[in-house]
């Protein structure tokens, strides 16, 4: 079995919120990054193609229901995601 760890943000965010995404490959991981680069409320983000997962640091008026939205309309498949450490439902 694998671990994987968090990123440790390098700014102070009021919420952070983890997705586990299907990613094959750089264009998907990328797809990902383009719309997490241009989405307002996002303070960081990391996106990792080995992990598997997209890492958000988002200020309080962002919710995690938009985020997850702009993810899922790239096309990747969202398997699990939570918010501040809860998991919450995906579809």
């Known amino acids: 079995m694998s671990t994987t760890t968090t990123p440790t943000p ?6 952070h919120y983890k997705f586990d995404i299907t990613m094959s490959c750089s264009g998907c991981s990328g797809a990902v990054d383009r719309v997490l680069k241009k ?3 996002i303070k960081e983000y990391h ?3 080995e992990n598997q997962t997209a890492d958000v640091y988002a200020e309080e008026g962002l919710a995690y229901e938009t985020v997850l ?4 309309k ?9 918010s501040d450490g809860v998991e919450l439902a995906v579809w």
């Open 10 to 15: 390098t700014t102070t965010a009021p919420h």
């Open 69 to 72: 939205e702009k993810i899922r």
């Open 47 to 49: 996106v990792s193609l």
């Open 39 to 41: 989405m307002e409320g």
């Open 74 to 82: 790239t096309g990747k498949h969202v398997l699990r995601g939570w």
